[in-house]
């Protein structure tokens, strides 16, 4: 029977190392202050309506299908559509363009030649960056920032940015040949740390966890409210069903989730938040499907505006 014994100790070890790596990535019970939608509200309560964002934009860059239970832990539902994403709020005095998506490029060395990549949308995204009057990333992980790592003209889009120190620190390993050029490099950062208006109807705030340099955005539009999460999940059912990414995707790509524990709170703090706030449009980067459920409703309008 010691045979019977052996068996069951190797089956008990693997089930754990599967329940450990692939399932065990539930939210805390509990959200502290990880956001302050009150804060956030208060910094863009005195904006003029006149003033206030009219439009938030969604350009498609790139796209390639990923198994959901890799997006989600636990989630066994089959494929879902991770999308490579910039968003663009329209103001009347000037817009503000947040993330760099991903080249053409990088979509060929990330998803092995399988991605789909828009080079018509990824033009729309540089003229837009040259042309925004603010430039934000939601943080400085590869698939975001390459219409600012690798911009043509980083003279004109350098005076726009508005970027963190860990954001910064972050680019130079996205820029061609490792090297950033000078003009974006010697942006002087600005701190997020306590909530920051932007623009009218924008507020910036540091949410370090998925990466050093994680921010969300909030905006508010004479119509709605939104809060842009970037990577704090990458689909939204991971705010629905308070579960983040497997461990076993931080062991693949290590600089994923750094500090696992507090994007596992910011889950539980987005997840009270969607149920408080209704209306509240919360908008990751990466959810295919849902970002163009929010363009049917008419939250969202697909393709920048350029001038
Ligand atoms: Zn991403």
Not at 117 to 129: E, G, K, N, S, V
Not at 233 to 251: A, D, H, Q, Y
Request: glycine letters at 8%.
């Amino acid at each position: 029977m010691k045979w019977l014994v052996g068996l069951l100790v190797v089956l008990a070890a693997l089930a754990g190392v599967f329940w450990y790596g692939v399932l065990d990535a539930a939210a805390p019970g509990q959200a502290g202050d990880e956001f302050d939608l009150a804060a956030y509200r208060e910094l863009v309560a005195a904006d003029a309506p006149e003033t206030l964002p009219t439009d938030v934009r969604v350009e498609f860059v790139g796209s390639d299908p990923a198994p959901s239970f890799a997006t989600e832990a636990g989630a066994f539902g089959g494929e879902v559509m991770m999308t490579y994403t910039a968003f663009q709020i329209v103001g009347p005095n000037g817009n503000v363009v947040i993330d760099g998506a991903v080249d053409a490029d990088t979509v060929a060395e990330m998803t092995d030649g399988s991605g789909q990549f828009c080079a018509d949308c990824y033009q729309r995204l540089l003229d837009a960056t040259a042309q925004a009057a603010h430039v934000l990333i939601t943080h400085e992980d590869v698939d975001h920032v390459m219409s600012i790592a690798r911009h043509p003209a980083p003279e004109t889009i350098a005076p726009h940015l508005r970027l963190t120190r860990p954001q910064i620190d972050g680019l130079p390993q996205h820029a061609r040949g490792g090297v950033l050029a000078p003009a974006i490099a010697n942006v002087a950062p600005v701190d997020f740390t306590t909530p920051q208006r932007i623009a009218p109807g924008v507020v910036a705030h540091a949410a370090p966890g998925h990466t050093p340099g994680t921010i969300v955005i909030f905006v508010r539009t004479a119509a709605r409210e939104y809060l842009l999460v970037g990577d704090i999940v990458w689909v939204m059912s991971s705010i629905e069903n308070l579960r983040g990414r497997p461990r076993f995707i931080t062991w693949l790509i290590p600089q994923v989730d750094p500090d696992r524990p507090a994007v596992l709170r910011q889950i539980r703090a987005l997840h009270d938040m969607e149920e408080a706030e209704p209306d509240l449009v919360i908008l990751p980067a990466h959810d295919d499907a849902y970002l163009r459920q929010r363009i049917a409703e008419g939250a969202l309008a697909e393709g920048f505006a350029t001038q």
